[in-house]
């Protein structure tokens, strides 16, 4: 229930875009970082051009990640009305680091039977790739990256 809120046609979002003024469909919607657009490409091209196992291990630092930030800010989070309620309590509910278990477990138990047509090695540094990028885009947004401005 709670990620089938998020998938809804993007209202999710939407819902939490509209009071502040902005309309993701439009062309006025900000441009995604540098890091954004390195991070998104890595993910469809691990996705599109290797194995399924190599994708999975792609997209899997995304949820870790957030699952671990959602539990972080909760832990955190003053009483009270919070801008970011909704996305806290997704991403910090036990249902969600459950589905990211379960996800992991998968992966892990593909890997361990040998059925992956990718090696571990390949997984691994898929992984590992991923989880940098998430660090980044993270961090791109802590410093407000934008893309430079030819001179």
């Not at 939490?16 to 902005?22: S, V």
């Not at 995604?32 to 190599?54: D, K, M, N, Q």
């Not at 361990?112 to 090695?121: F, K, N």
């Not at 991923?130 to 802590?142: G, L, Q, S």
Request: glycine share 6%.
């Amino acid at each position: 229930m709670l990620l089938a809120r998020s998938r809804r046609s993007g209202s999710w979002h939407r819902d939490f875009l509209a009071p502040r003024g902005l309309d993701p469909d439009v062309d006025s919607v900000p441009e995604p970082s540098p890091t954004c657009v390195a991070y998104t490409g890595f993910l469809e091209s691990a996705a599109t051009t290797r194995s399924f196992e190599v994708g999975l291990a792609a997209v899997l630092p995304c949820f870790r990640v957030y699952a671990e930030v959602g539990r972080h800010v909760l832990a955190r989070r003053p009483s009270g009305e919070h801008p970011y309620a909704a996305w806290i309590d997704t991403y910090a509910a036990p249902e969600f680091d459950a589905a990211v278990r379960r996800a992991e477990a998968y992966l892990d138990q593909v890997a361990a039977a040998g059925g992956a047509s990718s090696d571990l090695v390949e997984l691994e540094s898929a992984y590992r790739r991923a989880t940098r990028f998430e660090w980044m885009f993270w961090d791109a947004a802590w410093r407000h990256e934008t893309w430079p401005t030819p001179p």
